[in-house]
């Protein structure tokens, strides 16, 4: 029973877990330039893993910040909070999942104002218009991309073990002449593809995480590495009279295969598969609520 975030569906999404505690009141004062620069996994502008709850972002920004809809994907828009509302070159909207993470952003996404144009841009030097070459070289190595022209297009789904990782979301758009026929549709491509150099794409969209990472026991980590089937590992906890448990879930093996849960010392106290928990497991957990608290990058 995968928890659904409706953020990029190839994400796995912060490293320390966000404070609860609000920040103060720290709006640009007049005539002062606002802090734009991000720093990949550690801070978006005065956004940080210490202050990334709604309640942080709101009082870190005061009126700089408004709560808003904010367009999802596929038709979808939910609540969230939109930094520099009134300036499209440095309109922020950040979202969260309650289902998912309430604590951490399902994304903080960067999308420009109506001629793609961003004054964000990461210590990196990556920015709206930045050439997908360019990203492969800071990435150290190429990497997958989605193909081109559907809903979930052009968005980089695997950083293959690069510099990046799942901190970072990068959508492109090709900007070649004659488009990207070669390189559009459902599949996945690699950075380095000559066709997908040929379309010249660029970054039209930036989404940042911070990932969750808390200290699992010694015998969780073993078993997060052995239980690995498909897609990013996520990790969700749960007190049980007293006693943590683990829910161990996996890419594809949430929907087709079996997910695992244990106790802190790696007793097997239930399993799911296909998407379904069993009766006298749902019982047992209906009084919680499921706590991501590890991802892997």
């Known amino acids: 029973m995968k928890k659904s975030i409706v953020s990029f ?7 320390a877990a966000c404070g609860e505690k609000k920040a103060p009141n720290s709006e640009t004062p007049s005539g002062t330039e606002p802090d734009l620069g991000i720093v990949i996994g550690e801070k978006v502008g005065l956004i940080t893993p210490a202050n990334c709850t709604r309640e942080g972002v709101l009082a870190a920004y005061g009126t700089d910040a408004k709560v808003d809809s904010i367009y999802i994907i596929d038709g979808m828009f939910g609540e969230g909070v939109v930094i520099f509302p009134d300036n ?10 309650a289902e998912f993470d309430p604590k951490r952003p399902a994304y903080i996404r960067i999308d420009g104002d109506s001629s793609g144009v961003s004054d964000w841009k990461t210590a990196d030097g990556i920015a709206i218009g930045t050439p997908m070459t360019e990203v492969q070289k800071l990435n150290g190595k190429a990497f997958d991309v989605s193909g081109f022209g559907w809903d979930f297009g052009g968005f980089a789904t695997d950083w293959k073990g690069g510099k990046f990782n799942s901190s970072l979301l990068l959508r492109f758009e090709p900007k070649a002449a004659d488009g990207a026929p070669k390189v559009s549709g459902e599949g996945v491509f690699a950075s380095d593809n000559p066709d997908m ?5 660029v970054v ?25 089937v498909d897609g990013k590992m996520s990790v969700f906890k749960m007190a049980v009279k007293g006693v943590d448990h683990y829910w161990l879930q996996s890419g594809a093996a949430a929907y087709d295969g079996i997910e695992f849960i244990y106790d802190a010392n790696c007793k ?7 998407m379904r928990m069993p009766m006298d497991c749902m019982k047992a957990y209906e009084a919680g609520k499921w ?7």
Do not use: M
């Not at 010694?218 to 239980?227: N, Q, S, W």
């Open 9 to 15: 569906l190839f994400l796995a999404l912060l490293f």
């Open 88 to 97: 499209p070159r440095r309109r922020l909207e950040v979202y969260w999942d």
């Open 197 to 201: 150099v040929a379309a010249k794409p």
């Open 204 to 228: 039209s969209r930036l989404e940042f995480r911070f990932l969750a990472d808390e200290k699992l026991p010694d015998c969780v980590t073993a078993l997060v590495k052995a239980d690995k």
């Open 268 to 274: 097997e106290v239930c399993k799911t598969g296909g």
């Open 291 to 297: 706590e991501l608290v590890w991802e892997e990058k």
